[in-house]
C-alpha cells in the first residue's frame, strides 16, 4: 500500500472528545470517523487490524471444534417473546415495525436466533455437543456510549453458543473456550488479561467469567486478592468485613433525635458525633417488573451494590425518586422502626447483622433514631448487597485485604444452563428415545474493543505500538527525499522485494519532510520501519527500528530485505514464546 493513496487523514492535534488513548490515537490516526454517539466508520488501517483479530478468533474457535455460521441481525419479536426477553429487556433493544407493522427489532446478542437454528438441526443425541459462532455486527442502544470503541452502540462481535446433554459436559467445553480466550489475546499481544467471576446479567445462567483488561482508566472495578488470587467483578464480589468493634452498653432505649437539615451522612455524623460505621443508610429502587418500591439499608460506611439487588429480587432496578410523597415513604430519613415491611419490598445488608446502638431516619423529616437494635430483624431479611471495599478481607483464604483494580472487559463466558433451550422448548431424542432439554454455554469477544485495548496497552505519546500478529502492515518504508533518483529506486526495490516475500508493507512515496512522515509512521505503528534517505545511502545502509524501540540499526543496502524478515521472526516469537 502506498501511502499516497491511503484514504484517512492523520492530526497533529488532539480531539476534545477523547479522553483514552485508544480513543485519540484512532481518530488522529485516520482509523475511524464518528457517524453519530456511539457508532462509527472504520477506515482501511482499522478494518486491517479487525481483520486480524477476527482471524485469530476465528483460528481459535474452530481449534475447539467450533462451527462458524451467519445469524441475521434483524429479528422478528417472536423469537424473543419466546425466551422472555422482548419485555424484560430494557431500552438498550433497539425495537421497530417493519413496513407491514410486525414487530422487529436489532439483535444485541444472538441466544435466541442460536436455539431458533439448532432446533431444528440438532434432534438427536448423536448430533451433541456441538458448538455454533459467528462474527457478526450487533448493537446496543448504549445509554452512555464512551471512550471510542471501548463502549459503542454498534459494534462487531465473535458471539458463540454450545450445546450439550450434560452439565459436566459443558463445564468441560466451558474450559476448553476459557483456555481459547487466553490464547486469543495472547496472539493479539494484549497483556495485563485476568478472568474474573462476574454477574451474568439479562444473560442469565449460573457460572459466568468475564475477562479483564487491568488499566488505570478502565470503567470496571475488579476485586483481587494479592495473597490467593481471588477475583471477581464488582457487580459479584464478596468480602469479609472487620467488626464494627465497640458499639456501646447493651439494652438502651431507642431515642427519637431531632436532626434539622441532615440528610447527609457527613452532616448526620458530624452532628450526632457517631462514625459513619455505627449510621444506617436506605438506598430505594424502582423494582422495573412491577413499578414497586425496594428499600434497601446498608451500613453508613458502605454502599449499595445495584448487580447484587437485582439478582436477589430477580428484576431490574432503577433509583428511585420523591417525586410526590405517594408511596409514603420519608426519603433522607427512611428507617426499619415504624416502617411497614409488609407493605415494602425491605432489605438489609450482612453488614448491620447483629449490630445494635445504631442511628437511623425515623420516617419522619428531620428526625433519626438512636439506639436502634438491629438483631431482633427476621433473618431472611438479610443479604449480600454491598459493594467490596478494601476495607474488606478476601473471603477466599481470609489471610488479606481486597485490593481493587480498574480494567476493560474484552470477553465474556456463560453457563447458560437451560434458560433459553428450555423456555424456546428445545428438545433432542436421547438414546432411550426419550426427549431431553440440551444444555447451553455462550462466549462473546467485541472485536473492536479488543482492538482499542491494545491501543491501551501498548502506546506512547505519538501513536500505538502495534503487535506484529495484528499490526494493519508490518513494515513501513519511509523515503526521506524521495526526488532523488538513488532513494527512489531503492525504496521502489524495496517495496517490490518485501511484497513478494509476503510482508504487508505501507511505502510512504510522498515527497514530505522526514518529520512529517515520522509523525504519521507513529500513528500509524506499524513494527518495523525502513528509513531510505540520500544520508544513509552515502554510506551504503538503510536505517531500520522497531516502532517499540527494542531495535534501532543500519543495515547494508544488500541485506536490508532478510534483516526486516528476521526482525519480523523475532517480533512473532515473543507472542508465540507466551501461549
Not at 349 to 374: F, I, P, Q
Amino acid at each position: 500500500m502506498k501511502l499516497s493513496a491511503l484514504i484517512g487523514e492523520r492530526f497533529k492535534e488532539w480531539p476534545s472528545e477523547a479522553q483514552l488513548a485508544s480513543h485519540g490515537l484512532l481518530i488522529r490516526g485516520g482509523y475511524m470517523r464518528q457517524v453519530a454517539g456511539g457508532i462509527y466508520t472504520l477506515l482501511p488501517p482499522a478494518k486491517r487490524v479487525a481483520a486480524k483479530i477476527e482471524n485469530i478468533i476465528r483460528q481459535e474457535m474452530d481449534r475447539i471444534d467450533g462451527q462458524e455460521i451467519l445469524m441475521p441481525v434483524v429479528l422478528p419479536r417472536e423469537l424473543w417473546d419466546e425466551s422472555g426477553r422482548y419485555e424484560s429487556v430494557g431500552r438498550e433493544l433497539l425495537r421497530f415495525r417493519d413496513r407491514t407493522g410486525h414487530d422487529m427489532l436489532l439483535a444485541m446478542t444472538h441466544e435466541e436466533a442460536a436455539v431458533h437454528l439448532a432446533r431444528t438441526e440438532a434432534k438427536s443425541y448423536l448430533k451433541y455437543p456441538f458448538m455454533i459462532y459467528q462474527i457478526q455486527t450487533k448493537y446496543r442502544d448504549e445509554a452512555r456510549s464512551r471512550g471510542g470503541l471501548i463502549r459503542v452502540r454498534e459494534f462487531t462481535m465473535k458471539d458463540a453458543y454450545s450445546f450439550h446433554t450434560s452439565w459436566e459436559d459443558l463445564e468441560k467445553y466451558y474450559y476448553r473456550c476459557h483456555e481459547a480466550y487466553e490464547r486469543i489475546y495472547k496472539r493479539a499481544g494484549l497483556g495485563h488479561v485476568v478472568s474474573v467471576k462476574s454477574d451474568s446479567g439479562m444473560m442469565g445462567g449460573a457460572i459466568a467469567h468475564e475477562f479483564m483488561f487491568l488499566c488505570d482508566d478502565g470503567e470496571d472495578t475488579i476485586a483481587i486478592c494479592p495473597a490467593c488470587g481471588y477475583r471477581a467483578n464488582m457487580e459479584v464480589a464478596t468480602g469479609i468485613l472487620d467488626l464494627v468493634g465497640d458499639m456501646g452498653p447493651e439494652g438502651l432505649d431507642v431515642e427519637e433525635v431531632a436532626t434539622p437539615g441532615c440528610k447527609e451522612i457527613d452532616s448526620l455524623c458530624k452532628f450526632i458525633g457517631i462514625p459513619e460505621k455505627m449510621l444506617m443508610k436506605a438506598v430505594v429502587f424502582t423494582k422495573e417488573t412491577t413499578g414497586t418500591p425496594v428499600i434497601v439499608f446498608v451500613r453508613g460506611d458502605l454502599e449499595v451494590n445495584e448487580a447484587k439487588v437485582r439478582r436477589l429480587i430477580g428484576s431490574d432496578v432503577s433509583a428511585r425518586v420523591d417525586e410526590d410523597g405517594s408511596d409514603g415513604i420519608c426519603y433522607g430519613y427512611i428507617g426499619p422502626v415504624g416502617l411497614d415491611m409488609d407493605k415494602f419490598e425491605v432489605y438489609f445488608d450482612e453488614s448491620l447483622r447483629g449490630m445494635y446502638n445504631v442511628v437511623c431516619g425515623a420516617n419522619k423529616v428531620d428526625t433519626h433514631y438512636k439506639n436502634v437494635d438491629l438483631r431482633q430483624l427476621p433473618a431472611e431479611k438479610f443479604a449480600d448487597v454491598s459493594k467490596v471495599t478494601e476495607q474488606m478481607v478476601c473471603p477466599q483464604c481470609g489471610k488479606a485485604h481486597i485490593t481493587l483494580k480498574n480494567g476493560i472487559e474484552v470477553g465474556n463466558i456463560f453457563q447458560l444452563g437451560d434458560k433459553y433451550s428450555k423456555t424456546m422448548g428445545m428438545t433432542y431424542a436421547d438414546k432411550d428415545g426419550s426427549l431431553k432439554t440440551p444444555i447451553m454455554g455462550c462466549y462473546g469477544i467485541g472485536v473492536g474493543r479488543l482492538l482499542a485495548s491494545v491501543i491501551e496497552d501498548s502506546h506512547d505519546d505519538y501513536g500505538p505500538i502495534w503487535p506484529i500478529s495484528i499490526a494493519p502492515w508490518q513494515v513501513h518504508i519511509n523515503a526521506i527525499k524521495r526526488a532523488d533518483d538513488q532513494v527512489r529506486q531503492l525504496a521502489d526495490g524495496l517495496y517490490e522485494q518485501l511484497s513478494d516475500k509476503g510482508f504487508e508493507v505501507l511505502y510512504d512515496d510522498r515527497d514530505l519532510s522526514a518529520g512529517v512522515q515520522f509523525a504519521d509512521a507513529d500513528l500509524l505503528g506499524t513494527p518495523i520501519k525502513v528509513i531510505v534517505s540520500p544520508r544513509n545511502l552515502k554510506d551504503g545502509v538503510v536505517e531500520i527500528k522497531t516502532r517499540d524501540k527494542s531495535i534501532a540499526e543500519k543495515v547494508p543496502v544488500e541485506n536490508a530485505a532478510s534483516r526486516v524478515a528476521e526482525i519480523a521472526a523475532a517480533l512473532q516469537k515473543r507472542i508465540d514464546d507466551t501461549l
